[in-house]
Structure formats: C-alpha cells, structure tokens
C-alpha cells in the first residue's frame, strides 16, 4: 500500500543566544495505512520535536527543512506538505482531522476551564460526529464516563492522559501520533491504550508511536524507528529488530529491557549543541573504529553492524 506519510530529510534547528541546538537530522520515515510506526530513543534524542514540527507546532526559534508529504482526503489531487503548507491549512485540515495528536504532557495541554464532557462533545461535534457519542470514545480510550463531569485541572495524570487520547480519537484521524500516551498509566491501562493503537490500526489507521518503552513497541509495532542524538540509526520490522537488532544502540536498548539482562546502555547522549562529525554514538560504542570518523548512512547507520550471529539468544 501507498504511504499515508512520508517524510524525508527533515531537519530541526534551534536558534539559542549562543548555540544551536541540532534536534532532528535528515530524518526519513514513511509510514503507510495499517502501519503502527513505533520510534523509540533515549529522552532528547528528537522524538517530540519530531510529532511538533509535523503538525507545525514548533516555537519561532526553530528552522525546519526537508519535506513530509501527506495524502489529502478532499481538496487539490497530490499529497500535502505539512512543512510547506501554512498555519491556515494546518489548522484548517490537518491537525485533529487528518493528524491527531495525543500530547506527551496532556495535563499541559488540557489548560482549557471546561468539562471533559464539553471538551469531548464539542471536538466531536467539530469532526461532525454525534455529540452523543462522547460516553463511547471515552470508554474506548479507558476513561471512566463519569469522569468526564470532572474539569481538566481535577483529573490525575493519568486521566489527563486518557481524556487526550479520547479527544484524539473524536476525529478518527486517519494518522495518529501519540507521543509517549502511556505516561502516568499503571500496566493494565498501559495495555489498554497499546491495544487501542494497535485496533486503530488494524481498522485502517496509521500510528506512529513515540515511546521510550521498548516492551510497548515490541507489544504492537510492525516497524520501529531507533532514534539516536537527532537521527534514525536503524528502521526495521519490529519483529527483525527485536529478534536481530543490527545497530549497537539497538542492541543496547534491548540489553536494557527487564527480561533481557536489564543493563542500560553506559554513558550518554552527546550534547546536540556540539555533535561529533561522525558517529554520534561512537563514544558509548564497544565496536568502534577510525571508521566512525565519519557519518554512516544506510537503513542501519553503522559502520559495524551486528550479524544476525550475534543476536541475543
Ligand atoms: N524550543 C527549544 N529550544 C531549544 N531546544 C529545544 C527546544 N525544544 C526541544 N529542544 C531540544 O531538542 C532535543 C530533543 O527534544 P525532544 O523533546 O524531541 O526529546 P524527546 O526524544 O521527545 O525526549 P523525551 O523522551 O524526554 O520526551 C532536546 O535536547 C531538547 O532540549
Ligand atoms: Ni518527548
């Protein structure tokens, strides 16, 4: 199938008094209807700034280049540049009807004095859909219906958290981003709100989660995006990736899941105001050589990869 999305050679600037901050780097991903996308990476490796500058929602101190073409629902024949198209058009047709966005920190994102049953009923009602339904998407994202009479500031994180999913889903969007929803859940409703993604996918939508939880993508993705330092190391069927993970960082963060050895990956990220010219990961890398002097590129960007000898047992 046609991707719904792709994106490719994205690049996210921030402008500081003194530095500039390299956020996200000639980044490339397609992700098609049917596809749940997971991009997982260490925290500040570009995954938030990546969903906002889809949906235009970056500060006026970042510069963005590269293109991210959509495909249109209505309108003008050809897809649509979301980096290209304007504030209008993002407001107009793109976020809530042909992206919708669960925000990685809802509670900052619901600043609105209004109900949750409003809030719902009138997202519903600007999508065209029955009001009525509210008691319904509410449910479908886990959220007790009596907790809709609550007002934002009186919900926990966690129902923040699934208020913003069920205001996602009022849309049916075609492309879901949902930028770590799983924050401030317990494990059931984890598992419910996966589980929820994975159904909109199998239903037709594409998803593109941004998680840091690995154990997450490995329950629903189809393919997983390893972000490092602003770039996509490595881009796989997440069944390839977790059984064969090619790339060191990969292989790291796998070694880091409780049922693995449970080791997290030693050192840190590099500092995105000074990035090495090569390999950004080369510092923390046991497999390292000259060669990651300079930049690798391909779908698994190592000058080393791992065979799939290696893999974990
Ligand atoms: N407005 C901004 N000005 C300068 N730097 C920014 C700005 N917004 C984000 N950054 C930087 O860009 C980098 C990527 O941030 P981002 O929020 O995308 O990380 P993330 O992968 O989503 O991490 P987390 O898992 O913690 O949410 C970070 O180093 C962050 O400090
Ligand atoms: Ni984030």
């Keep these: 199938m046609n991707p719904l999305l792709t994106v490719s050679g994205l690049t996210v600037r921030f402008q500081l008094r003194d530095a500039v901050v390299a956020a996200v780097t000639?980044?490339?991903?397609?992700?098609?209807?049917?596809?749940?996308?997971?991009v997982v990476g260490e925290s500040g490796c570009g995954k938030s700034v990546l969903a906002h500058a889809l949906l235009g929602l970056l500060p006026a101190n970042a510069a963005v280049s590269g293109k991210a073409l959509l495909t249109r629902a209505v309108g003008p024949p050809g897809p649509v540049d979301l980096l290209a198209c304007g504030e209008k058009t993002l407001a107009r047709e793109i976020r809530g009807r042909r992206i919708g966005l669960i925000p990685q920190s809802p509670a900052t994102a619901l600043t609105v004095v209004r109900r949750g049953r409003r809030l719902l009923a009138e997202t519903l009602r600007a999508h065209r859909r029955d009001p009525g339904l509210a008691d319904q998407v509410a449910r479908e994202a886990g959220l007790d219906p009596a907790?809709?009479?609550?007002?934002?500031?009186?919900l926990s994180g966690g129902m923040a958290q699934r208020l913003a999913t069920a205001l996602a889903l009022a849309g049916e969007p075609p492309l879901l981003i949902a930028d770590e929803p799983t924050g401030g859940l317990d494990r059931p409703l984890v598992d419910h709100t996966l589980d929820l993604l994975r159904r909109r996918c199998d239903d037709g939508a594409a998803v593109l989660l941004i998680t840091h939880d690995l154990a997450a993508a490995e329950r629903v993705a189809d393919t997983v995006a390893v972000m490092y330092a602003g770039r996509i190391v490595e881009h796989r069927p997440a069944r390839?990736?977790?059984?064969?993970?090619?790339?060191?960082?990969?292989?790291?963060?796998?070694?880091?899941?409780?049922?693995?050895?449970?080791?997290?990956?030693?050192?840190?990220?590099?500092?995105?105001?000074a990035l090495p010219r090569g390999c950004a990961f080369a510092a923390r890398c046991d497999r390292v050589s000259g060669a990651c002097a300079i930049q690798p590129a391909g779908p698994v960007a190592c000058h080393h990869p791992l065979t799939t000898a290696e893999a974990p047992a």
């Design 26 to 38: 000639g980044l490339d991903l397609t992700v098609r209807p049917g596809e749940l996308l997971a």
């Design 240 to 273: 390839e990736l977790f059984s064969a993970p090619a790339h060191p960082y990969s292989r790291g963060l796998l070694d880091a899941l409780p049922d693995r050895e449970f080791r997290a990956v030693a050192g840190h990220p590099p500092m995105l105001t």
């Design 147 to 154: 907790d809709l009479e609550r007002y934002p500031f009186e």
